[in-house]
């Protein structure tokens, strides 16, 4: 049995309350129970309205206390949440009533007044009581935060995040919530008078079973399960005059860093988004200044520490690219065979041996992993290459330059025109070209057109995984694009065979 985890908060006012609640917010997610007890007046609303403000990115939202209602349900950027009163409630049975037994899936529930149902709870919750403390100011409350069950360790993480932000001196700064990615890391901007800086949290996780040769998908396919490449790699970078967050403190072992924060200004613009085409000509062109350079494969981490950049080899790619038959090919209503199957690895495996082949030679390089939009921010006070900002590369490995500008070109969340992309694929090879009389044109773009091939392939099954087992749905509005890029790679003479085994096996996405 699990012995749940406690520790207490003082806090002062309202707004301190608030910190509490948006430090909580990033550490939970659907499924996760939060119960707010204590008297009259302890303040329970006034934090539940805290946490649903602080998801919402809205400081003035609307949150009556549901007393009446008992239920309300709020439909947030991050998960839906149900913000419950059961002050009211005399019977556990009238929750079924109101929605609230048993609770409903992929939602928080923030539920006040735990105490009139409490055979109703979860095993696997967090609850916070709070209590005046007018010795310390009329607005003053203790809060005793306690996880039960699971949630214990959320709590135990939750101490260790406060405890964090207190030893950098960002207890007191003003909390803003920052959109996050399909891992299990949480950020948020942390604003004090002197600027703002984010707060990434990024827990020790593999991503998925080990169902892989006893490897976990993040274990099989190289992506990070801890916070240290992403120092390592960010170190790398800057030395070398590239864009990438200063560190400003870290906790490796728990994986919590405070980093230099770029601001917000996007490479895309409009509605619907489009390239700003300057913007995506300096970050090709950053691509071009990396790859050109020998990089080291060992990079320092800490004193007498250091961190060694995984390969992107051949059994790592053929795993990315079965996504496709674990997920997507199930997800159109086709169950493949063992014969598909096997035709398909054997494909593949064919396909992969070219880039294995040149990763043994000058070609290899850092793979930053997912160099496309989101993850590029624009620092125009800067100069040249720098003026791109590069915030997510913790996945980073060894492999062929192809493959980032493949990210970047074919960007798997906004259209880029093929006009577009072709351009800039020429202005990158003219680049290296300008560099090294020993760079091969066609052999890039042959290589080029297998790496789109593997990502969007990859791409189709990850996000077709993100909405049948994480419950992320939004993503599949991205497979139809992902599909014309798919498209457009499979035209390459050297992916005439893949052409004819998608063409008879592969359903398009649904539109």
Not at 235 to 253: C, M, N
């Amino acid at each position: 049995m699990t012995v749940p985890a406690t520790f207490s908060v003082a806090l002062s006012n309202e707004t301190a309350t608030a910190h509490l609640m948006a430090d909580l917010a990033l550490l939970i997610g659907p499924g996760d129970v939060i119960t707010l007890s204590g008297d009259l007046g302890a303040g329970k609303t006034a934090a539940a309205r805290a946490m649903i403000r602080y998801l919402a990115g809205d400081d003035t939202l609307e949150v009556p206390s549901p007393t009446f209602t008992l239920a309300q349900t709020y439909d947030l950027p991050p998960f839906p949440l149900v913000h419950a009163d059961l002050y009211r409630v005399n019977d556990p049975v009238e929750l079924e009533e109101i929605g609230l037994s048993p609770l409903p899936e992929g939602t928080v529930a923030l539920i006040e007044w735990p105490e009139r149902a409490a055979a109703a709870l979860p095993a696997d919750r967090i609850d916070i009581a709070l209590n005046h403390r007018p010795a310390l100011g009329s607005t003053a409350r203790a809060a005793e935060i306690t996880g039960y069950g699971k949630a214990a360790a959320q709590v135990a993480r939750f101490k260790a995040l406060r405890q964090f932000l207190t030893d950098a001196g960002y207890a007191d700064a003003k909390r803003q919530r920052m959109a996050g990615d399909a891992s299990t890391r949480s950020y948020a901007r942390l604003i004090r008078d002197d600027g703002g800086v984010i707060l990434m949290n990024s827990p020790r996780r593999p991503d998925g079973h080990a169902v892989y040769d006893g490897k976990s998908y993040s274990a099989a396919v190289h992506l990070a399960e801890d916070v240290k490449p992403f120092v390592a790699i960010a170190g790398a970078l800057r030395e070398r005059g590239f864009s990438a967050p200063s560190i400003h403190y870290a906790d490796l072992d728990a994986g919590f860093l405070i980093t230099e924060d770029f601001g917000s200004a996007s490479f895309i613009e409009g509605d619907p988004p489009r390239p700003i085409a300057e913007r995506y000509q300096a970050a090709a062109d950053m691509l071009a200044a990396l790859h050109r350079q020998a990089l080291p494969e060992i990079l320092p981490l800490a004193p007498q520490i250091t961190f060694a950049l995984p390969i992107f080899d051949t059994e790592a790619l053929l795993v990315e690219v079965c996504l496709m038959l674990e997920w997507y090919l199930p997800d159109r209503g086709s169950e493949p065979t063992n014969n598909m199957r096997a035709e398909f690895v054997m494909m593949w495996r064919d396909l992969l041996s070219k880039p294995a082949a040149a990763a043994r030679t000058s070609d290899k390089t850092w793979v930053l992993r997912d160099f496309h939009s989101p993850n590029l921010i624009w620092l125009g006070e800067r100069s040249d290459i720098a003026r791109v900002g590069i915030i997510d590369f913790q996945d980073a490995v060894l492999g062929p330059a192809a493959y980032d500008l493949v990210s970047l070109l074919q960007d798997a969340r906004i259209d880029i025109p093929e006009s577009l992309e072709l351009a800039l694929l020429t202005r990158y090879i003219k680049a290296r070209r300008a560099s090294d009389d020993r760079f091969d044109p066609a052999g890039f773009a042959e290589l080029y057109a297998i790496m789109s091939a593997q990502r969007n392939t990859r791409l189709l099954g990850t996000f077709a995984r993100l909405n049948r087992r994480d419950g992320k749905p939004q993503y599949l509005r991205h497979q139809p694009r992902i599909w014309t890029y798919l498209s457009r790679s499979l035209a390459h003479p050297v992916l005439a065979r893949a052409r004819e085994w998608y063409s008879a096996n592969v359903p398009p996405p649904v539109p």
